[in-house]
Structure formats: C-alpha cells, structure tokens
C-alpha cells in the first residue's frame, strides 16, 4: 500500500481538546500523520504552542478553556474561518482533583465538572452544525475504566465520566440519521499522562498507598502507550459511514 492511500484523512478536519500532551497529543499526531488538518485545544498557552509546532503545519493550537461556553463559541467560529468546516470531534480533555465528597473544594469542583461534562457538551454543541454542514463527522468521547470501579478521591471524576457515556448514548439517538457518529473510548491506564502533575504530595502518597492495597492497578494491568490508542481512534474513524463502534474500551494486554 502506497504512503498516498494510507493518508485516510486527507482534506479531513479534526479538533482535539485536552491535545497539550499525553493522549490527546499523541490523537492529533496521528490525524496529522494520515493527512489530516487539526486545532488542537487547551488551557495552557505555551504547552499547546509547543505541541503545535512540532506537530507541523498541519496543526494550529487554539487556547480554550472549554468550560466557558462563550469561549468554546469563539474557538469553532476560528476553526471555521481558519479550515473551513470540521469533521471530527475527540473530547480528550479531562480534570481530576484528588478529594473525598466530604472535602471537596468548591472551585475544584467547578472546574473538574466544567472541563469533563460541560466541556465536551459545549464541543459538540458547537461541532454539530459544522459537522451537518459537511454531510458527516465523527465525535469520540474519551471515558475511564474508573466509570465501573472508581478509584480513591476520584469519585467526581468517574462520576463525569459516567455521565458523559449517558450523553453519548442520547446524542446517537438525537443525531440517528444525520451522519454524526457518536462512540465512546473508554481508557485504562496510560503510559504518557499530565493528569496527576497538580495532586498535593500528601493526598497523592495516601492514594497511592490505597490504589495499591486495594489492587486497582493490578486489575487495571500495565499502562498503555498512547500511540496504541490513538490508532484505535484512527481506526473507529475510517469506518465506513453505515458502520460504528458505539464502545471501544481499550487497556494493556498485560
């Protein structure tokens, strides 16, 4: 096969949120190496800048705070201008504060249902008619293994996770027939990840003392490399157009 036929995305536009690093980094790489155009989102400006450039010209960074309605408006309106339409939407971008319900600190979880429930709302929200307006897209949602066995101080996070599967199971049947495809990627454990990088020491070295006494990385297995996955995204999204994967939950063989 030819490097031309492998470009599966060639003249496809994808916007990638939470894209600064880890997961999200590694889908947008994988876009731009098919041929694809990417805006990739986030909340820090140099992060997402950085990995703007050394994904190419191909990719442009978008800073957003997803949780703002008003800014994730701003954003699309840009990406519109800029690319002319989207056609993939991958809600990636995810927060979780480390903290029991009984201490959970009001702004934290403001901003942890913000970026993992409102945020992927206000995407898709604004993807929608752009998609409609191309004839097709693709949205995947990237939830947790924790949606079934939520682990220690991360009960809000596997809790937005769990709801964004209930969205995504509302949005197939609102958008049957349309030509928007809805799946949800369920993740274990990643080899690449900034999602810990703001826990406090002290609640970090309790969780892990419980995660580890209460074999939650043992069941979980060994972490995946991300460029694992965002194959598998790849894969979901070259799907012919009658056909889609409603859940892929993907974890280490290990």
Request: aromatic letters at 6%.
């Amino acid at each position: 096969m030819s490097a031309d036929q492998l470009k599966r995305f060639r003249g496809k536009v994808a916007v990638v949120t939470g894209a600064a690093r880890g997961l999200g980094k590694r889908i947008a790489e994988a876009f731009v190496s098919e041929g694809g155009s990417v805006a990739i989102l986030g909340r820090n400006v140099a992060a997402l800048e950085a990995a703007a450039a050394e994904l190419g010209a191909m990719a442009v960074a978008v800073p957003t705070d997803i949780s703002d309605p008003s800014a994730v408006r701003r954003t699309f309106d840009a990406i519109q201008q800029r690319f002319g339409g989207v056609d993939f939407l991958v809600n990636n971008a995810a927060i979780g504060h480390l903290q029991t319900i009984e201490e959970a600190d009001d702004q934290l979880l403001q901003q942890e249902v913000g970026a993992n429930l409102l945020g992927p709302i206000y995407c898709i929200r604004a993807a929608i008619p752009l998609m409609k307006a191309r004839g097709a897209g693709g949205i995947v949602n990237v939830t947790s293994e924790s949606v079934n066995r939520p682990y220690p101080f991360l009960t809000v996070y596997a809790a937005t996770k769990s709801a964004v599967e209930t969205l995504s199971a509302g949005l197939r049947r609102e958008l049957r027939g349309q030509g928007i495809r809805i799946t949800v990627l369920r993740s274990g454990r990643m080899s690449e990840s900034g999602f810990n990088r703001d826990w406090p020491e002290e609640r970090r070295a309790r969780y892990r003392e419980i995660v580890k006494a209460e074999g939650y990385h043992a069941s979980s297995g060994e972490p995946i490399s991300p460029q694992i996955t965002a194959r598998a995204v790849m894969d979901v999204l070259a799907l012919p157009c009658e056909a889609n994967i409603d859940l892929l939950e993907l974890r280490s063989s290990g």
